[in-house]
């Protein structure tokens, strides 16, 4: 198994999105929840100083530290539609994660998975040609680096033909849309940590979850384990990732009570 790859069911989150003496979400403070980070790799956000911090709070915490790159996009947060040549998103994908790779080796830190951020997430969704350069950038950091993300078949599929692991992970604190995909942040509801916790006890117990139409969706688990993300820049999100958290480990001892990683 690769090891980035979930053996149970766990939390994970987008980590050190600062950028200089400016603060972007309570990472220390979050540590203690969450199982793995997603950390900014410095186009969307975090700068060098950041990234170090951060690697260096992944490993007193002992949590797996991810890459997060993002579009080259400071000002929008990485979360603005841009339109990029498939070869120039390869090179912006290789140099972030690179980058980020090099300040976790100089900690004797492993490189657990790669998650892409904001909308070149969701520019893999619409372009297939966007997929295969982030997909194959990925793949030069080896097989045994997980990509993370939402279920996707086409996604998934490719994964399995570069030989990456492929990580799938449910969000709670942002919508879905009635063809079961992810809602971009500004265009989702306000989640509660009520509605957290609700959406986190469905998925995990039931496969299922609700569309902003309400309607019930399968996620189709079918009993794998998967990571939950939280987002580090909610304002709720210490509330939020507490009940998270109770969901995961009640959920955790029902399914997978011999895993202790």
């Known amino acids: 198994m690769a090891s980035g790859l979930a053996r149970k069911y766990d ?19 979050l540590m203690s929840y969450i199982d793995a980070a997603n950390i900014a790799c410095g186009f969307h956000a975090g700068d060098p100083a950041i990234m170090l911090k951060t690697v260096r709070l992944c490993k007193r915490h002992n949590v797996k530290a991810g890459a997060h790159p993002g579009l080259q996009d400071m000002l929008g947060f990485g979360r603005r539609k841009m339109e990029i040549d498939p070869n120039d998103v390869y090179a912006m ?48 950091f080896g097989s045994n680096v997980p990509v993370y993300a939402s279920q996707n078949p086409a996604q998934e599929a490719m994964c399995k033909e570069l030989g990456i692991p492929f990580q799938g992970e449910v969000y709670v604190d942002i919508d879905y849309s009635p063809d079961g995909r992810l809602v971009p942040v500004a265009q989702s509801k306000v989640a509660t940590p009520e509605l957290c916790y609700e959406r986190a006890l469905s998925a995990l117990l039931d496969d299922s979850g609700k569309d902003n139409n309400n309607r019930v969706f399968s996620f189709g688990f079918q009993g794998k384990p998967f990571s939950i993300c939280v987002h580090s820049d909610h304002p709720t999100v210490l509330q939020n990732v507490t009940g998270v958290r109770k969901a995961v480990d009640e959920a955790n001892k029902q399914r997978f009570p011999f895993e202790s990683t």
């Open 11 to 29: 939390i994970n989150a987008d980590m050190g999105e600062g950028f200089g003496p400016w603060k972007m979400g309570p990472d220390e403070e």
């Open 93 to 140: 994908v290789l140099y972030q994660v690179g980058a980020l790779k090099a300040i976790l080796d100089s900690e004797g830190v492993e490189l657990s998975h790669i998650k892409p951020h904001g909308e070149l997430f969701f520019y893999m969704q619409r372009d297939e040609l966007i997929m295969r350069a982030v997909l194959e950038a990925c793949a030069t």
